[in-house]
């Protein structure tokens, strides 16, 4: 079975400071996606980030950025310059063949 | 871009009463939609996966009956709660696949039902 494991329920960060999250996975497909998705308060999941697991390089979307480990299953997401409105439930995501497995999430405090 | 609508937002309704959610892509074709349903303070739980034109998917303990999917178009996938109970009151989400192999799911912002 195919498994996402975040082992942070909460986590809190200063504004303007960085933090990471942890994700990791298990899964025997070799040909898969991750993702990130942030939901705020109004729980309209966004898209923050996404990784094909054939990609060397790790995904970059501005002030977010992922340490993609294809051999340790781990899928980790670095914030920079953290923001008020980064505050939010974070969930990571693995696809494989029409199949999606969520996290439990992590919420993140944002601290002014 | 990739824009997912979902209606309505919020509902209430009486035991015993049958509730329709739309989910619409609005700017783009999903091949691929799929109903979640989440619980406070926790993670999406996958419901089913519909694909246009094709009976809809169910995960294991989802009762096909008691929550009815279609998927008439490329653009459009309906859930019926069906004769719902108050266990049902919960927060329903859909979202349509996108991307070369549908691997990227974007998101209606959700359905709040509450049954009386």
Redesign the interface.
Known sequence: AQTVTQSQPEMSVQEAETVTLSCTYDTSESDY?L?W?KQPP??????VI?QEAYKQQNATENRFSVNFQKAAKSFSLKISDSQLGDAAMY?C?L?YG?N?V????TRLSVLP | GAVVSQHPSWVICKSGTSVKIECRSLDFQAT?M?WYR?FPK???M?MA?SNEGSKATYEQGVEKDKFLINHASLTLSTLTVTSAHPEDSS?Y?C?A?YGTY??????G??TRLLVL
């Open positions: 996606y993702f998705y109004s729980r309209q999941m966004i898209l996404r969930f995501a696809y029409q999606f969520f996290g439990p999430g | 691929t799929f989440q926790q993670s999406l996958l996966t927060f989400i979202s696949s549908g691997e990227t799911q974007y998101f912002p959700g």
